[in-house]
């Protein structure tokens, strides 16, 4: 994949659109704040797939590195849900 | 013994005469390490999962008391410095050597504004007697004292990695005047590129999680 300065722009774009819903959803939908903290880490992950995607360039890394980070995010997951599940009976 | 192989930025293998110049190497290296900041930041978001779990309510009314237009400023300008960032490694590579040198230097200056900003909102609440261990705060309700104890950890920690990244990119920039970056030569900027990317995507995370549950 080519990265150039206007794949480089719209990405921005992107990201200040996301930016924008991050300030805004609030007013647009008043939730609890279990359910914005959802809705707002929702948006952020968009936000972090498209950084790690175009500006670190992962979208054309090779299947290696992909499969690295993708196992390191597993383990993290896996001790998030270890937890999660003792906290949630505790 | 068989000959050990490395590969260019375009796949090509050629043997190993020393780990200078691995380009695949350095790249595979610096990520591992980010995954490790990653896996470091994790423990600290997993722990304010805890807490918000615990103490939702207090967490929200807490947040409520953080200046959400300072931190939404420095939310915009860690985003703009990715992107002046990123560009400056893209120029570098089209030999547009000036060009690149300007943004690095743009990119550094915005981290220099974000850490003032940072620097003031801590300011006011340590004036306001907030921060950990003060008297005032000890006398706060259990779940506000969490939330503050994690907001100045996680953001003093974040602030640490941006101060780390200022130096970064004034080595950067010394490098570029030297030679020692080049377009054919570019790894030392694309890692801290990576760096600067990081660093980023750890505030994209921090900033709801403190500033936006409370509005």
Do not use: C
């Not at chain 1, 797939?49 to 993290?76: N, P």
């Amino acid at each position: 994949m080519r990265y150039s300065l206007a794949l480089y722009t719209k990405v921005l774009a992107g990201l200040l659109f996301l930016t924008l819903l991050t300030f805004m959803q609030p007013t647009l939908y008043h939730l609890t704040p279990g359910n914005t903290a959802g809705v707002q880490l929702g948006i952020s992950a968009i936000k972090v797939g498209l950084v790690s995607a175009f500006y670190m360039h992962l979208r054309s890394e090779k299947a290696y590195l992909k499969g690295y980070i993708v196992m390191a995010l597993i383990i993290m997951l896996i001790f998030f849900v270890i937890v999660g599940i003792d906290v949630a009976h505790s | 013994m068989e000959q050990e192989m490395a590969y260019d930025r375009q796949g090509n293998s050629y043997p190993v005469a020393d780990f200078k110049d691995d380009y695949s190497g350095d790249k595979l290296g610096f990520w591992v390490f980010l995954l490790t900041e990653g896996m470091m930041f994790g423990a600290l978001f997993l722990l304010y999962g805890i807490y918000f779990y615990r103490h939702t309510a207090i967490f929200a009314s807490s947040s409520a008391d953080l200046n959400i237009w300072l931190g939404g400023t420095n939310t915009v300008l860690l985003l703009a410095s990715t992107y002046t960032m990123g560009v400056a490694t893209l120029m570098m590579r089209q030999g547009k050597l000036k060009l690149s040198a300007t943004l690095v230097g743009l990119t550094l200056f915005i981290a220099i504004v974000f850490l003032g900003i940072k620097a003031s909102e801590w300011g006011v609440d340590i004036s306001h007697g907030i921060y950990p261990g003060s008297a005032l705060l000890d006398a706060k309700d259990k779940g506000e004292i969490l939330f503050f104890g994690l907001y100045f950890v996680m953001t003093g920690l974040h602030g640490l990695h941006v101060i780390i990244g200022i130096a970064l990119m004034s080595w950067v920039l010394l490098l570029m005047r030297s030679g020692g970056i080049r377009p054919e030569h570019t790894i030392v900027m694309k890692n801290v590129t990576l760096y600067w990317d990081f660093v980023h995507l750890i505030w994209i995370v921090l900033f709801p999680l403190l500033y936006m549950i409370g509005v």
